[in-house]
């Protein structure tokens, strides 16, 4: 490292005359009358000298200092430098002499052009690098500040990427920081979306050393706030902080609405329950209600809703009628997550509620700023609140207001229309979402799947009606799944002779376009996670062509060979359980003979196709589960096509709210066996759902796909500690991928006790793998570049043994037997296994 040529007297004079200038516009005149005698200190130094002096600027007051800053003109200051050449010739300087600084110069110039809201000069990316280079020299407070100076760089990877160094000599050194550093460092990475585990780790282990020292209320929830917005969980340090702070209201008295509502908030995101201390929070709140912004109502009430908690008797209710008087000021954000908080929280008469939905019915204004998000939380809330007529009106507010529904907001309303005995309402949104299609195919998708539910409700007139309605108002949104529609449910009505006039004699007419094999390339869009863009769902849509025009109707074998083929001659990954993993789906259906599976993410059927037609022979049915309205219109015509329309039951909804609807429709215990395939993150959560409601059988068998990669550590705790036997994981090949994922199965065991609470190190596994799981959706980084060390660490706290199995002549599935004992007997693949260990 280059060393800094030796300051003359001159030198540390000038420093001192800087910070003793009277004005920003005294130190700037000072610095150009002196410029040629000014070293890079110096300059350094200027920038300090410029800012209005800041009240103390370490760790977690930062916020408070800035505004206070802000307060002294500091604002009109940076705009005001932006146009002054002192300024400019300034940093120039500086910049001609980044070498010559010391860690502590840099951090302090990135401090202070952050500060003086001048990140977007070069200099400062620059000076960060010069930082970065130093850093195994640089001291705590340094550090710290460089970590604040850093939050907001817009772009991502260069942030991160310097946030990577800048988390090195935190990993080795944390437990030597002082505690304003620290809690300023995590302020710095929750802000930055930095998500390095170590770095966590290392923050967490030093500041339980600091626990005895007072931590201040803004430490405290900055600290949880910054942990939990990353979604690290620490069960040590929260524990700690809850029964040395969170518990006692002398301490909690000093939070404000935004520290008590970010402590909650953080909780509350990942998911940890400290039950005393989330009272005498509510209780602060309680006291605190007046003062409170529409955030922190929503805040609060979210919180609680996720947690699964009531509150102190009353508290949350008399707190929501506080926040009933304000809300006209909510916007329509807020307005949806506290309706979304109320309604899980069973407070369905509460009057927010109804004065919540009428400002966003009856302003076009707040109607107007509804994103897709809280749009889908309204209409669940109404939903759950059992307001379907508030819902239709949320629904024709937003369409007048100029806003698409979308997918999001169709999946409450479809989900409403289908669980209510209204049949009327379901043809209603059915036909309003065909109508807002955009694309022929997806029209005739949609009618399709409205005729099917019909269908489905004993309406087999309706449904034909539906189809008819079709051809004579839009013949080219037509497709082979309605021609089969019409030939069956004519058969059924005895009205052939209308059928086929339908059909045009031979066969419908189909529009050319249906016909043509799918030759075009996929547009770029479709490749996106995001099923709201304009090319949303191309994907899926083309999927569902390539199986009408490759694969001959009433042929599930055929179906799925097409879907395969389709995505393996384009090498177009789809989220589908083919290959080895449509094995192992076929022969655990086969060897348990279910009367009911229940499959959680239907897609676009592949999976269900594949257990429906092994389930069929024996009078087994599928209840296959799907958030995405779409997704389910395609899987339904996908399984009429195929012929498996009357084994095959698909509900749209989130799992949370669909499963509760499964025990009216099938009954307790009525479930033999369970596909889980949709986020990792809820497998345990819906699980224990199926479980509390008495849904599983006692021979029960529960399949898991994706759980090594990117993992569901919390899951396996939940099968391999609680009442299940053999839970077994099976080493397998990802569609189209050639990296190694496991699907998991346990048998059910209910004279077992429920698994006990977790330690706190699974936690710190969940938190990597869904910073995988985030870095895939968002980096596109492939599931074969996780490393998939959760489970060899999860594995070990339990006894596992290995076996082989070959499946076919191509693959061999390695089954890792996580609880021990020998694999159940009567439990076979196709070929005889070979134990290795
Ligand atoms: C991996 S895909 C399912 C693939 C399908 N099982 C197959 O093998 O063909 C996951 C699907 O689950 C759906 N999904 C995600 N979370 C869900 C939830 N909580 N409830 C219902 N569906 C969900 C997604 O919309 C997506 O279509």
Redesign the pocket.
Known sequence: MPKRPPRSNECYALDKDLSGAGSPSDALDLAMAKAEVMDAPNWANLLLAILPNLPSHSGASMRYALAHWKKKGGHHLAASLRSDSRWSRSLQRLQASLQDLTARDAANVVWSLATLEAKQEPLFLETADALCGKLAVCDPVSISKAAWALTSIPNRDRRLELYSKLAVPVVMRADSFPLGSLTMICYSFGKADFREGDAYEALSSALIGHMNNSLRPIDVCNVIWSFCTVGYRDDVLFTKICEMYLTKEEMVRDFNPQDLTNTTWGFCKVGFCHREAMETLAFECHRQRDRFDPIHFSNLLYSFAMLRIPGPPSLLAEVASTASQQVARFDAGNLAIACWALAALGMSEHPFLDCALERVIGSSQVCSNLGSRALSMLALACFRTARPGRLDQLLDATRLCGLGVGASGYSAAVMAAEQGKDQERELRILRQMAAEARDVRMQAAVCNSLALRLWKRGDTAGAFAVLRGLKESSPHSWSVVSSLLVARLGTELGALAEASELLGGDGAALDAAWEAPVLSGIHPMAATRQNEGAHAYTREFMTLHAVLCGAPPGDPDAAMAAIERFAESRSLWL????WE?GVVVQEVARWAQPRLIV??????????MNVARTVRSHGGRVAS????PL?VTLVRNMLEYAGLSDVVDVWT????D?IPHLLKTYGPRSVDMV?M???GT?FHS?LALMEELDLLSDRAVILA??VLKPGAPLYIWHLAKGSYHHCTAISVREFLLQSEDWMVMAFRDASKPPAPTPPPELHRLAFESDHFRKKSMFDGVAPSKCRGTCHPKCLSTTTTTTTVVPVSSCSILVLVLIFGGPLTPSYSFKHKSTRIQ
């Open positions: 989220k589908i359980t083919a993993k499959e959680i993410g239907a897609y676009v059927g592949y999976s269900a589960l799907e958030v995405d997704h909804g989130y799992s949370f669909s596909f395939d949709q986020k809820r819906d796909d994706n």
